[in-house]
């Protein structure tokens, strides 16, 4: 018989000590971890960030309700207090991770956006059209050089 090759999955599982973002509800936007799987629709959540304005309380949330994001607590028993979780979560520097993660940025970038008025949204036209023109204007100089 052949040698098979066993490795393990790039998926992002269901484990307790992942991070997931809140998709929805009040806590819509902001970072927890997962501290207990109740079933296979819903899991126990606890968020313990710095600021008190993305903090999320303990609550069982549906995983519909998640998305599970590529950062994990290490070695977080089940069912861990909100202190226990806390005391990782500032060791491990999930925040920190979070913002300089390119998903984070862009997620910061629309909401931005998002936030502009008629005239700023006219005025990001007018720059990407100038620097659109200055990149022709090198390729066509390029051309003509070479």
């Given at each position: 018989m052949?040698?098979?090759?066993?490795?393990a999955?790039?998926?992002?599982?269901?484990?307790?000590?992942?991070?997931?973002?809140?998709?929805?509800?009040?806590?819509d936007?902001?970072?927890?971890?997962?501290?207990?799987?109740?079933?296979?629709?819903?899991?126990?959540?606890?968020?313990?960030?710095?600021?008190?304005?993305?903090?999320?309380?303990?609550?069982?949330?549906?995983?519909?309700?998640?998305?599970?994001?590529?950062?994990?607590?290490?070695?977080?028993?089940?069912?861990?207090?909100?202190?226990?979780?806390?005391?990782?979560?500032?060791?491990?520097?999930?925040?920190?991770?979070?913002?300089?993660?390119?998903?984070?940025?862009?997620r910061?970038?629309?909401?931005?956006?998002?936030?502009?008025?008629?005239?700023?949204?006219?005025?990001?036209?007018?720059?990407?059209?100038?620097?659109?023109?200055?990149?022709?204007?090198?390729?066509?100089?390029?051309?003509?050089?070479?």
């Amino acid at each position: 018989m052949g040698d098979a090759e066993i490795k393990a999955s790039q998926w992002r599982l269901v484990e307790v000590g992942r991070v997931v973002l809140v998709h929805g509800g009040p806590s819509d936007g902001k970072l927890a971890a997962i501290v207990e799987i109740i079933d296979h629709k819903r899991v126990l959540i606890d968020g313990p960030s710095s600021e008190t304005d993305t903090a999320v309380p303990r609550q069982a949330i549906p995983l519909a309700k998640c998305i599970l994001t590529p950062l994990v607590l290490e070695k977080l028993p089940r069912g861990a207090r909100t202190g226990t979780v806390k005391n990782q979560w500032l060791k491990a520097g999930i925040e920190a991770k979070w913002q300089e993660s390119a998903w984070a940025k862009k997620r910061a970038q629309v909401k931005r956006r998002r936030a502009l008025t008629d005239f700023e949204r006219f005025k990001v036209m007018r720059f990407k059209k100038q620097a659109r023109f200055e990149i022709r204007k090198a390729v066509a100089k390029a051309k003509a050089a070479a």
